[in-house]
């Protein structure tokens, strides 16, 4: 949790993230992930002043237990004083211990985001999901949490003014955004409606840009012109290259590699990310190909 401190920016994380969307489609299953197509509302986890301390974050909590299908968890929910926002004990279950930092007890308007976090740290545990190191799983945490609707709070309870600022979670705001836009595109969710946070919405709309961009890189029929004239001339260049099996880009923004099936002589292939999953997709290189992820089921227009 930063408070009145600096706040990181852009997206320092974005490698991660994406491997976390991934990890998301191939733990849970297609199906699965679409059955969070329904974001938490806001008016399921509003907390006002006048509410009950204790009997609110309960209801709160229990709201998380509902939105991510852990019936069968109950959480119970303290308030101490301690360095980071909240801490859930990670227990066989089927209660968990959650505590929230004492700061909630007047800021109980984002009681809601920190248990979008820990709450998801629940969820993960029971799945088995998880990534090494404390920096990446709680990136892996909070990008499981917005994929799967409830993050958008994580985000907007980023506020700063001239004097103070306050962020929760590990992501940067700017990758809150653009996992929420991600969501926002599969879904056709606008999650900047329930904003009550202006930074939150510019991050948004940062995000936004980036995962736009994601759709328009070659080989994808959507492509800019100037991403297009590169990729044409480094197929030709690999197309030249009889000998060889591997092509990567010269480029380390580039997203696509050219590679040959089973021996120098077959046929050339490129592969790329897909722009919804970030799983890689080979097709074989012959002008416009119709491929669809096996793991995401997008069904991408490439022009190879």
Known sequence: MASDGAVERGFPHLETVRSAVTALYRRLSYDTVQAFSVSVAPVDVAFCDTDDLHLGAQRVAREMVRHYRLPDARLIVSFRDMKYAAHVELAAGPEYFVELNDRFRTHRRDVGAALAHEVMHVYLHRLGLSFPGTRDNELLTDTAATYLGA??????????????????????????????????????????????SEQAHSAYVSGMELARLDGRQPPLAAAGWTGRRRYARERRHAQGQRGVLSFPSARTDVPYSFTRGGGCEEPLRVSFPCPTCHQRIRVPVRGRVRARCALCRTVLECDT
Do not use: M, N
Not at 161 to 187: H, M, W
């Open 151 to 196: 993050g958008w709070l994580l985000l907007d309870a980023f506020r700063q003014d001239e004097v103070s600022s306050q962020k929760l979670g590990y992501l940067t705001p700017e990758e809150f955004g653009y996992v929420l836009a991600k969501r926002s595109l599969v879904f056709g969710e606008d999650p900047s409606v329930w904003f009550t």
